[in-house]
């Protein structure tokens, strides 16, 4: 084409690069919208605990989401080792809510134990939740 000056602009041929920007309006660093489970503390240690006697340890559920937290089941893994739950089954928590899970330990005899408390819930990328549990029968 003609410039107006009279000089010829330069034609440019080939295959042409540029960087385009490309923003999101989505926040790749935040869980999906929903029920959001988490523990404190992450595990309990009862220690040294007299053999006929019973200590009562507590882990606080809480839902960090945006929307009701539902427990469908709370259950000691090894069911030989004297690890008890409270029996809270159904329990809703709404969002930014806690709620207390009980914990006993009745050793019968002198031996060291482990095991977890498995929480089931509906939070979609944790629904079974493991909670470490041990103490030692004295």
Same mark, same amino acid.
Request: glycine share 8%; hydrophobic share 35%; proline share 6%.
């Given at each position: !084409?003609?410039?107006?000056?009279?000089?010829?602009? =330069?034609?440019?041929?080939?295959?042409?690069?540029?960087?385009?920007?490309?923003?999101? %309006?989505?926040?790749? &660093?935040?869980?999906?919208? +929903?029920? &959001?489970?988490?523990?404190?503390? &992450? =595990?309990?240690? !009862? /220690?040294?605990?007299?053999? +006929?006697?019973?200590?009562?340890?507590?882990?606080?559920?809480?839902?960090? /989401?945006?929307?009701?937290?539902?427990?469908? /089941?709370?259950?000691?893994?090894?069911?030989? !080792?004297?690890?008890?739950?409270?029996?809270?089954?159904?329990?809703?928590?709404?969002?930014?809510?806690?709620?207390?899970?009980?914990?006993?330990?009745?050793?019968?005899?002198?031996?060291?134990?482990?095991? =977890?408390?498995?929480?089931? %819930?509906?939070? +979609?990328?944790?629904?079974?939740?493991?909670?470490?549990?041990? +103490?030692?029968?004295?």
């Amino acid at each position: !084409f003609q410039a107006e000056d009279g000089i010829r602009d =330069h034609c440019v041929t080939g295959v042409q690069t540029c960087a385009l920007p490309i923003s999101s %309006s989505e926040d790749t &660093d935040t869980a999906p919208p +929903g029920p &959001d489970i988490s523990v404190s503390p &992450d =595990h309990l240690d !009862f /220690g040294d605990v007299a053999v +006929g006697t019973t200590s009562t340890l507590t882990v606080t559920i809480t839902d960090t /989401g945006d929307a009701d937290l539902e427990l469908y /089941g709370m259950v000691v893994e090894q069911k030989e !080792f004297p690890f008890t739950v409270s029996d809270n089954d159904g329990a809703v928590i709404a969002a930014g809510e806690s709620f207390d899970l009980d914990v006993t330990y009745a050793p019968v005899e002198a031996i060291d134990a482990s095991s =977890h408390v498995r929480i089931y %819930s509906n939070d +979609g990328e944790t629904p079974v939740l493991l909670v470490a549990i041990m +103490g030692t029968g004295v």
